[in-house]
């Protein structure tokens, strides 16, 4: 991770933003998307005569009461702000942080620049991945305001090449009408009950790397079982590990990359097909 590259990000936001007072022990799982029965936890998908997802502007208006705002600032860690400005940073590290003092923060255990011990007395709400009590399942679903946060609990590789018991969660953030899923540290593809509580997603945040988190076909079998219209990569080491993901997308997916780290989203602007949109950032 280039730190030039996240201070860009940062700034960039800060000029856009208004003011505010480890194995193979893992069995992989195998998910056909075609037998899956996902539940209607989102609303259904729109179509529109042109479906897209627009930078934002540099003014920056108030956003819709369909609109959210998702701003890439590194790594894994994501700003997402709603109409009734409710500001959730994902994976809130000591390393990677946006400028701007979130009201929640998601995070993942999986290693240190994916949560912190220590979030700024400020922050409202911090819903962390894993529960107290080691290899025990934990559940969020906080409403605040016009979001609502719930979480769905995965395995993760432990570092003696074995397992740990809900190691890892994927973030479900309802907002505007949309649903937008983080998939935080995964490291196997989904069981048919994962996806179908995850439900019908708007856009995913998905790790790239193809190493430290699922491997790049296990990643593809999970986005089509999923079936988002929108995914956004995160948790890239290179442009060789990004390009890697991109040529292996292209042959479902369109591909387009952003010029700003940040965009608006709404339920007339997503892709009437897959789309991967790249926001500028590591």
């Given amino acids: 991770m280039k730190l030039g590259l996240i201070a860009t990000a940062a700034m ?67 700003l997402l702000e709603s109409p009734r400005l409710v500001r959730v940073a994902t994976d809130y590290n000591d390393y990677v942080k946006p400028p701007l003092l979130p009201e929640v923060v998601t995070m993942n255990r999986a290693h240190s620049t994916h949560y912190t011990d220590s979030p700024e007395a400020g922050i409202a709400h911090v819903l962390r991945g894993w529960a107290s009590e080691y290899g025990k399942p934990v559940r969020h679903d906080a409403q605040i305001r016009d979001v609502r946060v719930r979480n769905v609990p995965t395995n993760i590789r432990d570092y003696g090449g074995g397992t740990q018991q809900h190691g890892n969660s994927i973030f479900i953030f309802e907002v505007a009408n949309l649903c ?45 079982s ?23 997308m292209r042959d479902k997916f369109d591909v387009e990359m952003n010029e700003t780290p940040s965009i608006v989203v709404s339920k007339g602007t997503l892709p009437s097909k897959p789309k991967v949109l790249v926001l500028p950032g590591r």
Avoid at 184 to 212: K, W
Avoid at 228 to 241: D, E, G, N
């Fill in 180 to 224: 937008i899923a983080h998939l935080g540290h995964l490291h196997h593809t989904l069981t048919a009950q994962q996806v179908n509580e995850i439900g019908r997603l708007d856009a995913v945040m998905v790790p790239v790397d193809g190493g430290a988190t699922l491997d790049l076909e296990g990643m593809v079998e999970v986005l089509e």
């Fill in 12 to 78: 960039t936001l800060a000029a856009l933003l208004p003011a505010a007072g480890p194995s193979a022990a893992f069995e992989r799982v195998q998910v056909k998307p075609a037998q899956l029965d996902t539940m209607e936890n989102c609303p259904g998908l729109v179509a529109s005569p042109q479906p897209r997802a627009f930078p934002a502007s540099l003014k920056l208006a108030a956003l819709s009461a369909d609109q959210v705002r998702i701003t890439y600032i590194g790594h894994s860690t994501f």
């Fill in 226 to 248: 999923l079936k988002a219209p929108l995914i956004i990569p995160m948790h890239y080491f290179s442009v060789f590990t990004l390009n890697r993901f991109l040529d292996r």
